[in-house]
């Protein structure tokens, strides 16, 4: 039996997850890295599923020096555009499913379907897992 504690009550909502998200999205498209060193966890792991079926996959260094580097470069920031699709909170687990829409990942305006894990730890979520799949708009 999974027993919920008072804290969990306002942290492990699906509002909780979706504001942790929201933040994630608002920072990530600004290009923050400091705030992206505390909402990504330490074993973060994220893999890229290409429109042309190309797999790319970072860790938590690597996908921060991918969002540096386009910050280096003088990007604008990205749409914050979501789709919300379903949230599940098992514990201090927590799984979100969305759409979004940005050109952040190849340069290219792109449909990202994304399923997102995140995990409460350090009394905040944090992003352990992404798998996304980007799809041309024209699709």
């Known amino acids: 039996m999974i027993t919920v504690t008072?804290?969990?009550?306002?942290?492990?909502t699906k509002e909780a997850v979706q504001k942790a998200m929201e933040h994630l999205i608002d920072r990530a498209?600004?290009?923050d890295?400091?705030?992206?060193?505390?909402?990504?966890?330490?074993?973060?792991?994220?893999?890229?599923?290409?429109?042309?079926s190309e797999v790319i996959t970072y860790n938590k260094q690597e996908f921060k020096a991918h969002f540096a580097k386009q910050a280096k470069e003088g990007k604008t920031p990205l749409n914050?555009?979501?789709?919300?699709?379903?949230?599940?909170?098992?514990?201090?687990s927590a799984v979100c499913v969305l759409t979004r829409q940005h050109s952040g990942m190849n340069g290219e305006e792109m449909r990202l379907l994304c399923t997102i894990e995140l995990r409460f730890e350090d009394s905040r979520w944090q992003?352990?897992?992404e798998a996304i799949f980007l799809k041309p708009l024209a699709h």
């Not at 890295?33 to 042309?52: N, Q, R, S």
């Not at 914050?80 to 201090?92: G, P, Q, S, V």
Request: charge should be negative; proline fraction near 2%; avoid cysteine.
């Open 33 to 52: 890295i400091d705030a992206l060193e505390l909402i990504y966890h330490k074993d973060f792991h994220t893999t890229l599923i290409m429109p042309d």
């Open 127 to 129: 992003v352990i897992r």
């Open 6 to 12: 008072n804290a969990q009550k306002e942290t492990h």
């Open 80 to 92: 914050t555009w979501a789709d919300w699709h379903d949230f599940h909170i098992l514990e201090d």
């Open 29 to 31: 498209t600004n290009f």
